[in-house]
């Protein structure tokens, strides 16, 4: 296929893109509080023609020429952040630009996916006879995978054959990625003063019984994802030094593979174990794409690498194929000091645009 033209020159569409992630980073968008980065990105397609509609938090368009007979690829990604930590030396909502970095919070996850697949949508909007339709949705709610984030927007959207999920992987396509399954534990025991003989100690059984499960292993590994892996994230017991408490309570973080669903996950463990579960939910399962479909071959023929994501974002409840790609590193995520280089921004939008151009 001919390299599609564009209205915009790729220096155009980079000054896009910072200056609009500039504007973002600027404005507090914690989880549920996004109100009025959706304003802002509402305002950069309106002074671009583009008609945008708003459900909730989120902001969604279609390519001009829409057919409604032909399938969807959908452009997705998030405008909310976590809330910035203690070990940030910068403020988190001022964008500064040194070094070829721009700093602030949200400006690696996902700020940089989220401009760069805006100008890509830009890019393609005005095309004619594409194979597919080209849908983009800016959402909400992905840091504490929330309901009224892209899994209410998703009965809103048209037919989506493909979902494109933009989070930092620089650049490479993670082509699975792991669910994640929290786990709420009690063990009970006998209650008693510390200074006799109690065989019945919450916490002592707790402890054999966090062990055993810490040292399982899942009998099937997967060959995106490797192991299920299982962490002891919290535990809590006794409130004075001379009280046998009558429980133990902890939580388990658990990293599904495509191996299993959550709810097999969660059979599995309870089967290893003496105390009482209960999981918080089972919504946030692992998924998957074909080695062959063409959006992953398309990414291989222009050098892309493929891999496994150990971390989770809102492919986890996108209910159609979908696959993880964007600009940035995972490992600067909610850091102090977070940011993006300029040319990771460059690099994003000239990739999913030479990607794209291979499928549509």
Same mark, same amino acid.
């Given at each position: 296929m001919?390299?599609?033209?564009?209205?915009?020159?790729?220096?155009? %569409?980079l000054?896009?893109?910072v200056?609009?992630? =500039?504007?973002?980073? #600027?404005? $507090?968008?914690?989880?549920?509080?996004?109100?009025?980065?959706?304003? *802002?990105?509402?305002? /950069?397609f309106?002074?671009?023609?583009i008609? #945008?509609?708003?459900?909730?938090? @989120?902001?969604? +368009?279609?390519?001009?020429?829409f057919?409604?007979?032909?399938?969807?690829?959908l452009?997705?990604?998030?405008?909310d952040?976590?809330? &910035?930590? =203690?070990a940030y030396?910068?403020?988190p909502? %001022?964008?500064?630009?040194?070094?070829? =970095?721009?700093?602030?919070?949200?400006?690696?996850d996902?700020?940089?996916?989220?401009?760069?697949?805006?100008?890509v949508f830009?890019?393609?909007?005005?095309?004619?006879d %594409?194979?597919?339709?080209?849908?983009? +949705?800016?959402?909400?709610?992905?840091?504490?995978?929330?309901?009224?984030?892209?899994?209410t927007?998703f009965?809103? %959207?048209?037919?989506?054959?493909?979902?494109?999920?933009? *989070?930092p992987?620089?650049m490479?396509l +993670?082509i699975? *990625?792991k669910?994640?399954?929290?786990?709420?534990?009690?063990?009970?025991? !006998?209650?008693?003063?510390?200074?006799?003989? @109690?065989?019945?100690n919450?916490?002592v059984?707790?402890?054999?019984?966090?062990?055993?499960?810490l @040292? /399982?292993?899942? $009998?099937?590994?997967?060959?995106?994802?490797?192991?299920?892996?299982?962490?002891?994230?919290?535990?809590?017991?006794g409130?004075?030094?001379?009280?046998?408490?009558?429980?133990?309570?902890?939580?388990?973080d658990v990293?599904?593979?495509?191996?299993?669903?959550?709810k097999?996950?969660?059979?599995?463990?309870?089967?290893?174990?003496?105390?009482?579960? !209960?999981?918080?939910?089972?919504?946030?399962?692992?998924?998957k794409?074909?080695m062959?479909? $063409?959006?992953?071959?398309?990414?291989?023929?222009?050098?892309?690498? !493929?891999?496994?994501s150990?971390?989770?974002?809102?492919?986890?409840?996108? $209910?159609?194929t979908?696959? =993880?790609?964007? &600009?940035?590193?995972?490992?600067r995520?909610?850091?102090?000091?977070?940011?993006?280089?300029?040319?990771?921004?460059?690099?994003?939008?000239?990739?999913?645009?030479?990607?794209?151009?291979?499928?549509?």
């Amino acid at each position: 296929m001919e390299e599609l033209k564009s209205v915009y020159s790729k220096e155009e %569409l980079l000054t896009h893109a910072v200056e609009l992630l =500039k504007k973002l980073i #600027a404005i $507090p968008s914690f989880s549920k509080d996004e109100y009025n980065t959706s304003v *802002e990105i509402e305002n /950069f397609f309106k002074k671009h023609h583009i008609p #945008a509609k708003r459900f909730k938090n @989120n902001i969604w +368009a279609v390519n001009k020429n829409f057919d409604a007979s032909k399938p969807s690829i959908l452009l997705n990604t998030h405008h909310d952040t976590v809330k &910035p930590n =203690k070990a940030y030396t910068l403020d988190p909502f %001022l964008p500064v630009v040194q070094d070829g =970095k721009l700093y602030g919070l949200g400006s690696n996850d996902a700020g940089a996916s989220l401009v760069s697949m805006v100008q890509v949508f830009l890019h393609f909007y005005e095309k004619e006879d %594409l194979k597919y339709n080209l849908v983009i +949705a800016l959402t909400a709610e992905e840091e504490i995978s929330g309901f009224d984030g892209i899994e209410t927007l998703f009965s809103q %959207l048209p037919d989506i054959e493909l979902a494109i999920v933009g *989070e930092p992987t620089q650049m490479n396509l +993670a082509i699975a *990625e792991k669910g994640l399954l929290v786990i709420d534990g009690e063990m009970k025991g !006998t209650p008693s003063h510390a200074a006799h003989p @109690n065989d019945d100690n919450s916490i002592v059984k707790c402890m054999e019984d966090l062990h055993n499960i810490l @040292n /399982f292993r899942f $009998p099937k590994v997967s060959d995106y994802l490797g192991e299920v892996k299982v962490t002891l994230s919290g535990i809590h017991a006794g409130v004075q030094h001379n009280v046998v408490p009558e429980a133990c309570t902890f939580t388990l973080d658990v990293r599904v593979t495509d191996e299993y669903s959550n709810k097999e996950a969660f059979e599995i463990i309870q089967s290893q174990m003496k105390s009482s579960l !209960t999981a918080r939910s089972f919504r946030l399962n692992s998924s998957k794409i074909k080695m062959d479909h $063409p959006f992953v071959q398309a990414g291989l023929e222009i050098g892309r690498a !493929t891999y496994g994501s150990p971390t989770s974002s809102d492919q986890a409840i996108i $209910p159609c194929t979908s696959v =993880k790609i964007g &600009p940035g590193d995972s490992r600067r995520s909610h850091t102090a000091d977070e940011y993006i280089y300029i040319k990771e921004i460059e690099e994003g939008i000239e990739i999913y645009i030479r990607i794209l151009e291979k499928v549509l």
